[in-house]
């Protein structure tokens, strides 16, 4: 049973990583809309200061200090806004870390703790947001990335996160559906973004990591979240290059494994040296209230995104951008062939 989702002046929000990046956009752009907020982060300080600028603006905010890796914490959460606000009407689990460096040299244990938020964190929210939205309806939405569908080298780690959210959340909308359980479920799969991405991501490599391009403003997939939070909306994909890069990979499995293989390793090393293994946001906040990374060039819009948000222009897209995949592949294809020959 779909349930009937509320206009956002007039729903309650939660929102998880609200400090940074994605989170902080989305969290000034429903306060704007008339939303009311229970904001969760790791940082006190950062949460204090966001919920005083949304109540100055004239927005209702309370926050709850946070680790999503925590399942008690994230109960805490739910209990807040119940306490406060009488219950949620959407959950929004955004909190992320990312780690940069070739699988076989990442500890075991960093990657149980970017496991913890990236993977558990989602679990835990989700979980507990459904006790309630059973019950009440509403709406869950998971941000994921399009590196789920598609890892990339030297940040395998957090692929293997994002394909394990989006397994999750497949899972869980159509256990849901089969209940007809009032709950709907959406998986927001950004690109390579420009917010602080890299500084809070631990680092092994011995220079400073990058997102790859093209990258795109935080902007864009706040954007994206608040239209799930109101519409039925299974899944969107932000930024042409992340659905590219998916379709590729389904497309030409292994044309895909060289080309990335070849060009994401280079594209993700920055120009600055490196010393010693950066532990980075994995097991405290970073510097928070930032929305940007600072990279030079960024695109305001994603195109594609805009257009999911409308079918008949969503299926143009689609058939456009496989098109155009499907003949780079065969092109290169035919050209490996050649080469081959000679």
């Not at 998971?142 to 080298?153: C, F, H, K, Q, Y």
């Not at 959210?165 to 559906?177: H, I, N, Q, Y």
């Not at 089969?178 to 917010?195: E, M, N, R, W």
């Amino acid at each position: 049973m779909k349930p009937t989702l509320k206009p956002l002046r007039r729903q309650v929000i939660v929102l998880t990583g609200a400090t940074s990046g994605i989170g902080l956009v989305t969290a000034r752009m429903a306060a704007k809309a008339g939303a009311k907020l229970v904001l969760a982060a790791r940082n006190e300080e950062a949460l204090e200061r966001l919920t005083d600028e949304l109540q100055w603006a004239g927005g209702e905010a309370v926050y709850v200090v946070a680790d999503v890796g925590r399942e008690d914490d994230v109960r805490r959460i739910a209990e807040r806004a119940i306490e406060h606000f009488g219950g949620f009407d959407t959950w929004i689990n955004d909190a992320g870390v990312s780690i940069f460096g070739k699988v076989e040299d990442v500890s075991v244990e960093d990657q149980k703790r970017l496991f913890d938020t990236n993977y558990w964190g989602v679990v835990y929210g989700s979980r507990i947001a459904c006790e309630h939205l059973r019950q009440h309806g509403g709406k869950l939405i998971n941000v994921g990335s399009a590196l789920s569908d598609r890892a990339i080298p030297l940040q395998g780690v957090y692929s293997a996160s994002k394909a394990a959210v989006m397994g999750f959340t497949d899972a869980l909308r159509m256990e849901l559906e089969q209940d007809d359980a009032p709950v709907s479920v959406t998986l927001i799969k950004p690109g390579a973004i420009d917010s602080p991405y890299k500084e809070h991501a631990g680092n092994y490599l011995d220079v400073e990591p990058r997102n790859p391009p093209p990258l795109y403003a935080p902007d864009t997939v706040a954007k994206a979240i608040l239209h799930a939070a109101e519409h039925h909306v299974r899944d969107v994909v932000v930024g042409a290059g992340g659905k590219m890069i998916g379709v590729l990979g389904n497309i030409a499995p292994r044309l895909s494994d060289k080309i990335m293989g070849t060009i994401m390793p280079r594209l993700q090393r920055g120009d600055r040296t490196e010393l010693g293994v950066r532990k980075g946001a994995l097991y405290r906040p970073g510097e928070d209230l930032h929305e940007r990374g600072g990279y030079p060039v960024t695109f305001q819009r994603s195109l594609y995104s805009m257009a999911a948000r409308h079918k008949l222009l969503t299926t143009a897209a689609v058939a456009g951008g496989a098109a155009l995949v499907y003949g780079m592949a065969k092109s290169r294809s035919r050209f490996g062939a050649r080469a081959l020959s000679r």
